[in-house]
Protein backbone atom coordinates (compact mmCIF):
# COMPACT_ATOMS: atom_id res chain seq x y z
CA UNK A 1 0.00 0.00 0.00
CA UNK A 2 1.24 3.71 -0.70
CA UNK A 3 -0.30 6.62 -0.06
CA UNK A 4 0.73 9.80 -2.21
CA UNK A 5 0.62 13.35 -1.51
CA UNK A 6 1.25 16.27 -4.12
CA UNK A 7 2.61 19.78 -3.11
CA UNK A 8 3.86 22.57 -4.86
CA UNK A 9 1.22 24.13 -7.16
CA UNK A 10 0.62 27.68 -7.92
CA UNK A 11 -0.07 30.55 -10.04
CA UNK A 12 2.87 31.32 -12.08
CA UNK A 13 3.39 33.33 -15.50
CA UNK A 14 4.43 32.06 -18.88
CA UNK A 15 8.11 31.11 -18.76
CA UNK A 16 8.37 30.75 -15.00
CA UNK A 17 9.32 27.37 -13.11
CA UNK A 18 8.21 25.22 -10.75
CA UNK A 19 9.02 22.27 -8.69
CA UNK A 20 6.28 19.75 -7.67
CA UNK A 21 7.11 17.17 -4.74
CA UNK A 22 5.25 14.04 -4.46
CA UNK A 23 5.87 12.38 -0.46
CA UNK A 24 4.81 8.86 -0.51
CA UNK A 25 4.08 6.45 2.43
CA UNK A 26 5.10 3.03 2.97
CA UNK A 27 8.26 0.80 2.66
CA UNK A 28 8.10 -0.41 -1.13
CA UNK A 29 8.11 2.92 -1.94
CA UNK A 30 11.81 2.05 -4.09
CA UNK A 31 9.98 -0.94 -5.66
CA UNK A 32 7.64 1.10 -7.45
CA UNK A 33 7.26 3.28 -10.93
CA UNK A 34 6.50 6.52 -9.93
CA UNK A 35 4.90 9.27 -12.40
CA UNK A 36 3.71 12.74 -13.25
CA UNK A 37 0.03 13.02 -14.82
CA UNK A 38 -2.31 15.85 -15.11
CA UNK A 39 -5.60 17.01 -16.57
CA UNK A 40 -7.05 20.28 -17.70
CA UNK A 41 -10.71 21.53 -17.59
CA UNK A 42 -12.55 19.59 -20.16
CA UNK A 43 -9.64 17.36 -21.03
CA UNK A 44 -8.69 13.94 -20.60
CA UNK A 45 -5.76 13.53 -17.74
CA UNK A 46 -2.46 12.97 -19.71
CA UNK A 47 0.87 11.30 -19.20
CA UNK A 48 3.58 13.67 -18.12
CA UNK A 49 6.73 12.05 -17.13
CA UNK A 50 7.87 9.04 -15.56
CA UNK A 51 10.90 7.26 -13.67
CA UNK A 52 11.81 3.47 -13.47
CA UNK A 53 11.93 2.22 -9.58
CA UNK A 54 15.91 2.61 -9.28
CA UNK A 55 15.68 5.93 -10.93
CA UNK A 56 17.56 4.73 -13.69
CA UNK A 57 15.42 5.54 -16.73
CA UNK A 58 12.70 8.37 -17.50
CA UNK A 59 10.30 9.28 -20.49
CA UNK A 60 8.33 12.51 -21.18
CA UNK A 61 5.60 12.94 -23.28
CA UNK A 62 6.44 15.01 -26.03
CA UNK A 63 4.74 18.32 -25.06
CA UNK A 64 7.03 18.35 -22.30
CA UNK A 65 10.14 16.90 -23.38
CA UNK A 66 13.10 19.23 -22.58
CA UNK A 67 11.20 21.45 -20.08
CA UNK A 68 10.40 18.97 -17.69
CA UNK A 69 12.51 16.51 -15.33
CA UNK A 70 11.08 14.20 -13.01
CA UNK A 71 13.31 13.02 -10.35
CA UNK A 72 13.43 10.63 -6.90
CA UNK A 73 15.24 10.12 -3.79
CA UNK A 74 14.08 7.19 -2.62
CA UNK A 75 16.12 7.30 1.00
CA UNK A 76 13.19 9.84 1.11
CA UNK A 77 10.37 8.49 -0.39
CA UNK A 78 9.77 11.58 -2.21
CA UNK A 79 9.39 11.97 -6.62
CA UNK A 80 10.09 15.24 -7.94
CA UNK A 81 8.92 17.11 -10.79
CA UNK A 82 10.58 20.44 -12.16
CA UNK A 83 9.17 22.40 -14.55
CA UNK A 84 10.99 25.04 -16.02
CA UNK A 85 10.00 27.24 -18.96
CA UNK A 86 6.26 27.11 -18.42
CA UNK A 87 3.38 27.73 -21.00
CA UNK A 88 0.02 28.82 -20.38
CA UNK A 89 -1.18 25.11 -22.10
CA UNK A 90 1.18 23.60 -18.97
CA UNK A 91 -2.48 24.63 -16.83
CA UNK A 92 -3.89 21.69 -15.26
CA UNK A 93 -4.36 19.86 -11.88
CA UNK A 94 -0.90 17.70 -11.84
CA UNK A 95 -1.17 14.16 -10.33
CA UNK A 96 1.38 11.58 -8.69
CA UNK A 97 1.14 8.39 -9.49
CA UNK A 98 2.85 4.87 -8.18
CA UNK A 99 3.21 1.78 -10.39
CA UNK A 100 3.67 -1.93 -9.04
CA UNK A 101 6.87 -3.15 -11.00
CA UNK A 102 5.09 -5.48 -12.83
CA UNK A 103 5.06 -4.30 -16.23
CA UNK A 104 7.92 -4.09 -18.76
CA UNK A 105 9.58 -0.98 -19.35
CA UNK A 106 8.36 2.03 -17.97
CA UNK A 107 4.72 2.48 -17.67
CA UNK A 108 2.94 5.43 -19.69
CA UNK A 109 -0.79 4.66 -19.00
CA UNK A 110 -2.95 5.60 -16.22
CA UNK A 111 -4.48 1.82 -15.82
CA UNK A 112 -0.82 0.53 -15.32
CA UNK A 113 -0.85 3.01 -12.29
CA UNK A 114 -2.36 1.49 -8.73
CA UNK A 115 -1.93 4.96 -6.71
CA UNK A 116 -3.15 7.83 -6.87
CA UNK A 117 -2.42 11.30 -4.89
CA UNK A 118 -5.00 14.04 -4.63
CA UNK A 119 -3.28 16.26 -6.92
CA UNK A 120 -2.57 19.87 -6.82
CA UNK A 121 -3.27 22.63 -8.99
CA UNK A 122 -1.03 24.49 -11.49
CA UNK A 123 -2.01 27.55 -13.00
CA UNK A 124 0.63 29.52 -15.70
CA UNK A 125 -1.46 32.90 -16.69
CA UNK A 126 -0.06 36.03 -18.05
Known amino acids: QVQLAESGGGLLQPGASLRLTCAASGRAFSTYNMAWFRQAPGKDREFVAA????????TYADSVKGRFTISRDNAKNTVYLQMNSLKLEDTAAYYCAAAAPAWAGIPTHDYQYDYWGQGTQVTVSS
Open 51 to 58: IMWSGGST
